[in-house]
Nanobody, 117 residues
């Protein structure tokens, strides 16, 4: 059974940094791709980035150059390093996996990131 749990959210000033963690219950071909999405109240869920089984990653234009994903397969963990944070980065960040491209089916509960101006 695939389960995911995020941690590391919090309050930070604009320009600051946070690192989010996502721990998965298992590692299988189904969890080859791990995604980060984010969602603010009243807004549609937004793709943030994705990482593959060897650590290759792709990011949304809105976070390109500021966010970096990494993966520690021994710990079944994925990390999202967020630098140069902006108020518009404020959202609940969730990790996800499985399903098809950009349509994961397993989701964590999310962790709140708030960036003050």
């Amino acid at each position: 059974q695939v389960q995911l749990m995020e941690s590391g959210g919090g309050l930070v000033q604009a320009g600051g940094s946070l690192r989010l963690s996502c721990v998965t219950s298992i590692r299988t071909p189904e969890t080859t791709l791990i995604y980060w999405f984010r969602q603010s109240p009243g807004k549609e869920r937004e793709f943030v980035g994705v990482i593959n089984w060897v650590g290759g990653s792709t990011y949304a234009d809105s976070v390109q150059g500021r966010f970096t994903m990494s993966r520690d397969n021994a710990k079944n963990a994925v990390y999202l390093q967020m630098d140069s944070l902006k108020p518009e980065d404020t959202a609940v960040y969730s990790c996800a996996t499985g399903g098809t491209w950009l349509k994961p089916i397993y989701w964590g509960q999310g962790t709140q990131v708030t960036v003050s101006s």
